[in-house]
């Protein structure tokens, strides 16, 4: 999908997602470094606040991937953006790893994301209803197949064991994925085998307006994967400054 052909509206969607993820991350720090109770963060609305961040990106990154595998597979495009994902999931889970060794991030959204791009190239030619039946089976299927064998962190992936994980962030398969194969089957009912299709209504393909907040919005929504890698080191820079200095 090259930048003239770009849904303004799936920028605007990504970028709110990511503003709220930096909300959500910025109350976190704040408990992690505890100036507000931990618990707080980690439970009732601002648990379901986390979960509907992540299961929106998810959701957001299958449309994209029917956008763009529409009209065929571009492999060295789809190469290139695998790599990036998988790179990016190894910085993170490297940085988690030398920051806190006990709660490191081996299985996060981007490390869901690469994986669910692989699933994304073997499911995107299904039909809508099948992906739409696939999504809702891993979310049912999930409490029949949960067993202790999964409990070693090399098969903790897949979301099965029944037991905390550790991670600071963690994305099981099951049932997180289900959220990507939505978006994947949602796209492809509603615009069909022709992505352009989309461009046609009164929601998308607008000129950006040349307002900074405007221009500034819909550049996060496009550069999604660098924001979501700089603002976490960022924001605890800033509280950990805060108090080291006042």
């Not at 299958?62 to 999931?89: D, H």
């Amino acid at each position: 999908m090259s930048s003239k052909q770009r849904s303004q509206l799936i920028d605007a969607l990504r970028a709110t997602a990511v503003l709220a993820m930096m909300i959500y991350h910025f109350a976190w720090d704040l408990g992690f470094f505890n100036i507000v109770d931990p618990v707080v963060v980690n439970s009732g609305m601002w648990k379901l606040f986390a979960v509907s961040i992540g299961s929106s990106f998810l959701f957001l990154s299958g449309i994209s991937f029917w956008l763009a595998a529409a009209n065929g597979i571009n492999l060295k495009k789809f190469l290139y953006r695998l790599a990036i994902l998988l790179g990016a999931a190894l910085l993170v889970t490297v940085g988690t790893y030398k920051a806190n060794p006990d709660t490191f991030v081996f299985f996060g959204i981007l490390h869901l994301l690469a994986l669910c791009t692989l699933l994304g190239l073997l499911i995107y030619r299904l039909p809508a209803f099948v992906l739409l039946f696939l999504g809702l089976a891993i979310i049912i299927g999930k409490p029949y197949l949960m067993s202790v064998d999964f409990q070693p962190k090399y098969l903790a992936w897949t979301g099965l064991f029944p037991g905390p994980t550790g991670s600071a962030d963690f994305y099981g398969f099951f049932p997180w994925s289900s959220a990507y194969i939505f978006g994947l089957g949602v796209a492809k009912f509603i615009i069909g085998v022709r992505p352009e299709s989309i461009w046609d209504t009164s929601l998308f393909m607008k000129p950006y307006k040349r307002g900074i907040l405007q221009l500034s919005f819909f550049w996060i929504g496009r550069n999604s994967l660098l924001v979501y890698l700089i603002h976490q080191p960022i924001l605890m820079a800033m509280i950990f400054g805060y108090l080291h200095y006042s």
